[in-house]
């Protein structure tokens, strides 16, 4: 292993910065020793509340029941937009940036407010009521940001589903949650090309007879196939409302959001957020962790169909009166200096993307970045997966100039926020260390019997008590959102990563311990993928591991058994391939299809997925004892015929 460089808080960051060393330490221990103490003067410095809380917080693990703010009532649209009017109905909400270069938009506050409040009020006269749940399927336009907000502000929950996932995988989402109306788009735009948003709507709710409205903005343009009496467009519902819509008083604990997410087993999960600690947990971490200062333009390159969009583009952000920079394109279009030339074109000072993005953008060479100046910038971030300390370097030097802090963020759709990160005025940076624990989180590393391992160690990463933006439960399923979370190691929240802490207790992520990937920072479980393939006529058995990759972090291998009377070719492959991305969606396409006649099975028909992942990452000296196996000759085959990735 190369040696890892440590890097100091720059002197006049550290001037300047929100929170230092010695501050630092002081919340948090505050955080620690006096949560309930802590909690309750954050929740008044950062949010309005119409009526105060009785109790600052209620946890009890064992049955995954986390309350905060019991009894407090509030907006989070009133927190968001219309507090900032007084002073600054004018400011810059949100930077619209299109996928086309020459086409962006800024919309302020006052506007925001109005747009919202249009919304709001259309979605009440199609018969929204607080606590309905609200399918919201999106390009990254204004608009999305506009629906998430209309629903919180009358109280309904949204269900925000990425525009890269397939009908089947969108009508079961619409299922699960019981939504009745969707929002969506004619098309979306994205390096280029139209991604078919309203007709994938059209396939999904024709199999969910209780969707009685679809709402579809019009982005291209683009004739489409209407649906009959559910179809409304949004410029036909929203222009004729009131820009005036009084914001719903809410529960701190009345549901915010559900927000679907892969585990090891089954079918994704609606992980469940509320509205009191969810909004604190969001508007807390972001001006922390970005040292945000008013005025200043933030952009998150995040797609708000993921947890990161939600909290670190909509909702931490506006908490906080921040302009906020939306993105509807890829980083590679028109070509790879894409990100650097809108960083100057809107002089943004805070940048937080992806490492799959960085390692993609690094490998098209740095000539890339001689176009732009990046003067504006002061601070950058990554979320996501951890971060290899080459592509960290070249993120410091090349496009921070070693100018500015890096941020490595570590969190989790279930975690709502971030709970371990750098702050950038407070601690030296190591390149690969998601670095420190954020107020009010408390990790620990579990031995396998779960007991807490001490110093410089290795273990499996979990919690111990609550924090304000937790996962409060999984929709329909609270005993799921037991087991998932709090079953393994009772009494702790389980993250299903690993992490070592080093002798300076900074924490470093090594992955995840179940069987759920992480391909260019998203979240898949294996069983997800092995459904999609055993789906096909033509295949009998899948198993699916991870192999690392240099871009993506991790690509997908597949090993399939076919059904008899089926031939293994290239084309069947290529259209296996194909079936599992129209299955779930282009982001689960397998990177290598391997055919092979058996598996390796325990003699209690246990696929060892171990053996599957040594031999996909092609470390055959490592791959341990195969004895046990009910019949070991299958791994020479798999050996011999193994694929190595390019
Ligand atoms: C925010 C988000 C969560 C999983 C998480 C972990 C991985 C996220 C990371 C990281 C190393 C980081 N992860 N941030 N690993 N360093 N800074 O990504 O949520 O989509 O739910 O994924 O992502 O494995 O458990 P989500």
């Given at each position: 292993m190369h040696e890892i460089s440590t890097h100091p808080v720059p002197e006049d960051f550290k001037a300047n910065a929100l929170v230092n060393d010695e501050l630092y330490q002081q919340m948090y221990r505050a955080s620690i020793e006096q949560p309930e103490q802590f909690w309750a003067e954050q929740a008044n410095k950062f949010l309005d509340w119409r009526k105060p809380w009785t109790k600052v917080v209620e946890q009890d693990f064992h049955q995954g029941q986390v309350a905060w703010f019991v009894d407090g009532k509030i907006n989070v649209t009133e927190n968001c937009i219309d507090r900032h009017l007084a002073d600054r109905a004018n400011?810059?909400?949100?930077?619209?940036?299109?996928?086309?270069?020459?086409?962006?938009?800024?919309?302020?506050?006052?506007?925001?407010?109005?747009?919202?409040?249009?919304?709001?009020n259309g979605l009440k006269q199609r018969g929204v009521n607080k606590g309905d749940r609200v399918c919201i399927y999106m390009p990254m336009i204004p608009e999305a940001a506009y629906a998430m907000l209309a629903c919180a502000r009358i109280g309904a929950v949204h269900s925000v589903v990425f525009g890269g996932f397939s009908p089947d995988a969108l009508k079961d989402r619409i299922e699960n949650a019981d939504c009745q109306v969707v929002i969506t788009a004619d098309e979306g735009l994205r390096g280029g090309k139209a991604v078919p948003l309203k007709a994938n709507v059209n396939i999904a709710v024709a199999q969910c007879p209780n969707v009685h409205t679809v709402i579809t903005v019009e982005r291209t343009g683009a004739d489409i196939a209407s649906n009959g009496d559910i179809d409304i467009s949004y410029n036909a519902l929203c222009e004729t409302q009131s820009r005036r819509c009084d914001a719903e008083e809410m529960d701190s604990e009345d549901p915010l959001f559900i927000l679907y997410t892969s585990g090891s087993t089954g079918k994704p999960k609606g992980v469940l957020h509320t509205t009191g600690g969810y909004l604190l947990g969001a508007a807390i971490s972001h001006k922390y962790i970005f040292d945000y200062n008013p005025g200043e333009i933030y952009w998150c390159t995040a797609d708000v169909g993921w947890i990161t969009g939600h909290s670190y583009i909509v909702y931490g952000p506006l908490a906080n009166g921040a302009t906020t920079l939306m993105f509807e394109g890829v980083p590679t279009y028109p070509d790879a200096s894409r990100c650097w030339q809108v960083i100057d074109k809107h002089q943004v000072n805070i940048f937080y993307t992806a490492p799959t993005a960085l390692r993609a953008l690094m490998a098209q060479g740095d000539q890339y970045l001689t176009t732009s100046s990046r003067q504006s910038l002061r601070l950058l971030g990554t979320v996501g997966e951890p971060i290899n300390p080459e592509a960290w370097e070249w993120y410091h030097q090349e496009v921070g100039q070693s100018r500015c802090p890096i941020v490595d963020t570590w969190w989790q759709t279930e975690t709502g926020s971030v709970l371990i990160t750098p702050l950038p005025g407070a601690n030296s940076l190591k390149p690969g260390s998601a670095t420190r624990p954020f107020f009010g989180a408390n990790p620990v590393l579990l031995d396998p019997d779960g007991n807490e391992l001490e110093g410089a160690v290795s273990g499996n990463l979990a919690f111990k008590g609550a924090w304000p933006s937790q996962i409060r439960s999984v929709y329909g399923d609270h005993q799921r959102c037991i087991d998932t979370y709090y079953t393994t190691y009772p009494g702790y929240?389980?993250?299903?990563?690993?992490?070592?802490?080093?002798?300076?207790?900074?924490?470093?992520?090594?992955?995840?311990?179940?069987?759920?990937?992480?391909?260019?920072?998203?979240?898949?479980?294996?069983?997800?993928?092995?459904?999609?393939?055993?789906?096909?006529?033509?295949?009998?058995?899948?198993?699916?591991?991870?192999?690392?990759?240099?871009?993506?972090?991790?690509?997908?291998?597949?090993?399939?058994?076919?059904?008899?009377?089926?031939?293994?070719?290239?084309?069947?492959?290529?259209?296996?391939?194909?079936?599992?991305?129209?299955?779930?969606?282009?982001?689960?396409?397998?990177?290598?299809?391997q055919f092979a006649p058996g598996l390796p099975k325990t003699r209690s028909g246990k696929i060892m997925r171990r053996i599957l992942r040594k031999i996909a990452a092609d470390e055959l000296d490592t791959l341990g004892d195969t004895s046990t196996l009910a019949d070991p000759t299958v791994v020479d085959d798999l050996i011999d015929n193994r694929v190595i990735p390019k």
């Open positions: 400011d810059t909400a949100i930077i619209w940036e299109g996928d086309n270069p020459n086409e962006s938009q800024n919309i302020s506050y006052q506007q925001l407010h109005d747009k919202v409040c249009q919304l709001a929240y389980t993250t299903g990563d690993g992490a070592r802490r080093d002798e300076d207790g900074y924490y470093w992520i090594t992955g995840r311990v179940d069987d759920v990937l992480n391909v260019s920072g998203h979240r898949m479980g294996t069983a997800e993928i092995e459904s999609a393939l055993v789906l096909q006529d033509a295949v009998a058995e899948a198993a699916v591991v991870g192999y690392p990759h240099d871009v993506k972090g991790q690509g997908i291998y597949c090993y399939v058994t076919l059904m008899t009377g089926y031939e293994w070719s290239e084309e069947l492959m290529q259209q296996l391939r194909s079936d599992v991305a129209k299955e779930i969606g282009a982001i689960a396409r397998p990177d290598i299809i």
